[in-house]
């Protein structure tokens, strides 16, 4: 594993008589999205301020790039900070400033890079986040979710090595809130930046991030992979995200992941003492990220519910389905064997139309490729390998695209 691009090491920091962090030690790696939960008022966003050194701890040390902050001068702190880009929940777009005028913000007080490489860059941004038609609008004038999206337009405009994002989806609609998600997701893919996000949203973190900590009464109580905490032990993690997770995911309105798990352990019981046969298909949108680049995150994950909408339709009563990823779908087909599996996973292409997904006037330049692997489950086998054998490339396996 890489080296820790921030770490803090027993981290203590108290307003008045409010002790908010009590021992805080937590590694951000490079290249990664990490995202911070916990309860409200735990002091998620304090440990987000002392990152950029808006906050000083008490106590303890923080390091940037294998540098203790305490050690370094004002201006080692000042270049350091350079590399950094903060989005807060808010937004904080300035009133008396166009949308231009925000994005640019940054490089004509930060930079001294000539005129026309600063109109070239916050125009490259623009487009980037489809804002052109925004260019001389004042914030007033933006819904919440257009802000936000300015916000981090403005935040990637100095092609920053860290970027942190305060709650960037708060009081959006679940398909601008995991339109924003999968922005961020494929900008960082793209650019590679270090990406510290604070959110409140199960199951949806589990979708975008590559690790996770939660900050519980003023310290970390989890730090590792979204898999490994949706079945970590720990009862206080536990209770956590059960009492976050929502009893539907919002966008598609199927079963969250650990609830397609839960079904499959019951028709897994099913199997083992009544012998009922069960399979899995797992169900891709394999160029999700190309039709978000093409026509915009907003239609991308709207064709997502559309998607969804229309795998339920064609699902028995004894069926379930969940999301499973960010461009997967999990549907465990009750009293099914491998031959009603792939009856299922080839119907697909007859029972699915272009025109029920995608509904946007370019359509027609866009074709939507969708993969449904399938496979039986046999006694005693576990999710993931019933999951390997669906996704393996081979005869249970299909393809097919949509236009």
């Known amino acids: 594993m ?10 203590f920091k108290k307003f008045n008589a409010n002790q908010v962090l009590r021992g805080v030690s937590l590694r951000i790696f490079p290249g990664q999205v990490t995202t911070i939960i916990g309860k409200s008022g735990t002091g998620k966003s304090v440990l987000l301020k002392h990152i950029i050194g808006l906050l000083q701890p008490d106590a303890g040390e923080i390091l940037l790039y294998g540098q203790p902050l305490s050690k370094m001068k004002p201006s080692q702190i000042n270049q350091l ?34 005129k026309s490489e600063i109109t070239a860059r916050v125009e490259g941004k623009m487009q980037q986040f489809e804002l052109h038609a925004f260019r001389d609008k004042y914030p007033a004038e933006l819904s919440g979710g257009m802000k936000r999206r300015v916000a981090l337009a403005r935040a990637l405009v100095t092609d920053p090595e860290v970027v942190l994002l305060d709650e960037p989806t708060a009081g959006l609609d679940p398909v601008r809130r995991n339109a924003v998600y999968a922005m961020i997701v494929d900008l960082q893919k793209k650019f590679g930046f270090t990406a510290v996000l604070i959110s409140h949203e199960v199951p949806d973190i589990f979708f975008f991030s590559q690790r996770i900590a939660m900050l519980d009464e003023g310290k970390i109580r989890f730090e590792g992979f979204p898999e490994d905490m949706q079945h970590c032990t720990d009862s206080v993690v536990q209770l956590f995200i059960q009492g976050l997770e929502k009893p539907r995911d919002a966008l598609t309105g199927m079963a969250t992941p650990l609830q397609g798990e839960r079904k499959f352990q019951e028709e897994m019981a099913r199997l083992q003492h009544h012998q009922i046969a069960f399979s899995v298909v797992m169900i891709t949108v394999e160029n999700l990220d190309e039709i978000n680049m093409k026509m915009g995150h907003v239609v991308g994950q709207t064709m997502l519910k559309n998607f969804a909408a229309q795998i339920k339709q064609h699902l028995d009563i004894t069926d379930s389905c969940s999301r499973y990823s960010l461009n997967q779908i999990l549907v465990v087909l009750h009293n099914a064997d491998i031959e009603d599996a792939r009856r299922f996973a080839t119907g697909l292409e007859h029972e699915l139309r272009f025109e029920d997904l995608l509904t946007t006037d370019t359509k027609n330049s866009l074709r939507i490729r969708i993969s449904a692997g399938y496979a039986q489950a046999e006694e005693d086998s576990l999710i993931k390998e019933v999951l390997a054998k669906a996704e393996s490339k081979d005869s249970r396996y299909y393809e097919f695209e949509l236009h």
Request: avoid cysteine; glycine fraction near 4%.
């Open 2 to 11: 890489e080296r820790p691009i921030i770490q803090f090491y027993n981290v």
């Open 81 to 114: 900070r350079a590399r950094f880009s903060y989005v807060f929940q808010d937004a904080a777009l300035f009133d008396s400033m166009t949308v231009y005028g925000n994005i640019a913000l940054p490089l004509l007080e930060g930079t001294a890079l000539a």
